[in-house]
């Protein structure tokens, strides 16, 4: 398919582990985002790449998560020493060229922190 | 405090008839305001969008309508049907690119 793809699709963590989420973009999309979705909340915007850059940073809920986009495309967010507070649902985003252009999401993560 | 707010959770209409989901915002700075549609276990998907600059914006069955004194904007679907059964998100948006979404609205079509 040629849509944004996220891996792992779920992912289960006890607390005080690390994990790596991935996040594959439409081939070409120059923007990429990450948003957090709490249980019955809508997403929240975390982190904004355009190419390798990473220009906004401002949604990010603590040094503990850490977003890299090393080559302009694929993306991981990397969330150290997780806690209970971080289950949620990871979406990534990419969109052709600006912000302001129509963004597609991706499936998400499921992270359950144990 | 949060700037986008859908103060209804759900929403349930019968097939064919009319369904109207709202949202507020807060922010005046918002120029731009998007709808998404999100199934079960997908993410959700662009529906229509409109610039601050208009007050109607129309693509097919969906309506977009904003009242910018009153900081609300709504979604008509007409006729509803039963795929059109999903969460609805509205979205808003600044100069600078930034997404603020509501909690959304989870709308249920009853053949």
């Known amino acids: 398919g040629a849509g944004v793809s996220q891996s792992p699709r779920y992912k289960v963590a006890k607390r005080g582990q690390d994990v790596a989420l991935r996040c594959d973009p439409i081939s070409g999309h120059v923007s990429l985002f990450w948003y957090q979705q709490a249980l019955g909340q809508g997403p929240e915007f975390l982190t904004y790449?355009?190419?390798?850059?990473?220009?906004?940073k401002s949604g990010l809920p603590s040094d503990r998560f850490f977003a890299e986009r090393p080559e302009g495309s694929v993306s991981t967010l990397k969330i150290q020493r997780t806690q209970q507070e971080d289950s949620a649902v990871y979406l990534c985003?990419?969109?052709?060229?600006?912000?302001?252009?129509?963004?597609?999401f991706g499936p998400g993560t499921r992270l359950t922190v144990l | 405090d949060q700037q986008v707010k859908q103060n209804s959770p759900s929403l349930s209409v019968q097939e064919g008839r009319i369904s109207i989901l709202n949202c507020d915002y807060t922010n005046s700075m918002f120029d731009y305001f998007l709808w998404y549609k999100k199934y079960p276990a997908e993410g959700p998907t662009f529906l229509i969008s409109i610039s601050s600059i208009k007050d109607k914006n129309e693509d097919g069955r969906f309506t977009v309508f904003l009242n910018k004194s009153a900081k609300h904007l709504s979604l008509h679907i007409v006729p509803s049907q039963p795929g059109d059964s999903a969460v609805y998100f509205c979205?808003?948006?600044?100069?600078?690119?930034?997404?603020?979404f509501g909690d959304g609205t989870t709308l249920t079509v009853k053949p």
């Open positions: 985003a990419s969109s052709y060229q600006r912000v302001a252009d129509t963004q597609y």
């Open positions: 979205a808003a948006r600044s100069n600078a690119g930034k997404s603020t």
């Open positions: 790449f355009q190419n390798e850059a990473q220009l906004d």
